[in-house]
């Protein structure tokens, strides 16, 4: 057990909906990562946040978004979705800066989005 | 940008064999090098890491040594067991203090038959 969780652990849900995927981090970490699975682009990190400010973003849609609340918990949130959108959904959560030269993030369980 | 290319699987060997699975990058600066691995229904679990080069990551008898000269980080491990089944991820790290996001390659899957 990673000590990061996720909820829900399956969703499904039509085309043209929004959904909101939850992710607590492991106590005391303060950055938040959230990844993308599918099987034709593999894992994709998608945004990141670090005490509630977003810090970094990669292959994010427009139709999603993500917000990190005082209490370190986050929300990613996928609106018009479409078929494409079906994946498995990873949160990760990392230390404060240790001034560390690695990164060692650790990983929920994932949410499996099935679009229909 | 950074990328990460490892071998396409899926790999099946049986038990006590000896694994490689094969994992090159490219990178601008010195990245920090991961390999996690994915178990069937659950995330992903950190296996091993290094952080400069010539540094060697090992756990639960995997290895894997940051080679600069050929961009390399290759996993191994001398003889595989059936509960070595699963999906292998190599990552990078952009050193931007510890606060980089992870860059992964596609993944290969292992299979071990006993």
């Known amino acids: 057990d990673s000590g990061v969780t996720q909820t829900p652990k399956h969703l499904i849900t039509a085309t043209g909906q929004r959904v909101t995927l939850r992710c607590s981090p492991r106590s005391g970490d303060l950055s938040v990562y959230w990844y993308q699975q599918s099987l034709d682009q593999g894992l994709q990190f998608l945004i990141q946040y670090y005490n509630g400010e977003e810090r970094a973003k990669g292959n994010i849609l427009e139709r999603f978004s993500a917000q990190q609340f005082p209490d370190l918990h986050s929300e990613l949130n996928l609106s018009s979705l479409e078929l494409g959108d079906s994946a498995l959904y990873f949160c990760?959560?990392?230390?404060?800066?240790?001034?560390?030269?690695?990164?060692?993030?650790?990983f929920g369980p994932g949410t499996r989005l099935t679009v229909l | 940008g950074d990328s990460v290319t490892q071998m396409e699987g899926p790999v099946t060997l049986s038990e006590e064999a000896f694994l490689t699975i094969n994992c090159t990058y490219t990178a601008t600066g010195y990245p920090s090098l991961f390999w996690y691995v994915q178990y069937p229904g659950e995330g992903l679990q950190l296996l091993l890491k290094a952080t400069k080069a010539d540094d060697k990551g090992s756990n639960k008898g995997f290895e894997a040594t940051y080679r600069k000269e050929t961009t390399s980080f290759h996993l191994e491990k001398g003889s595989v067991q059936v509960s070595d089944s699963a999906v292998y991820f190599c990552a990078l790290s952009d050193r931007r203090g510890s606060q980089g996001n992870l860059i992964f390659g596609k993944g290969t899957k292992l299979s071990v038959k006993p």
């Open positions: 990760a959560s990392s230390a404060r800066d240790r001034g560390l030269d690695y990164n060692e993030q650790f």
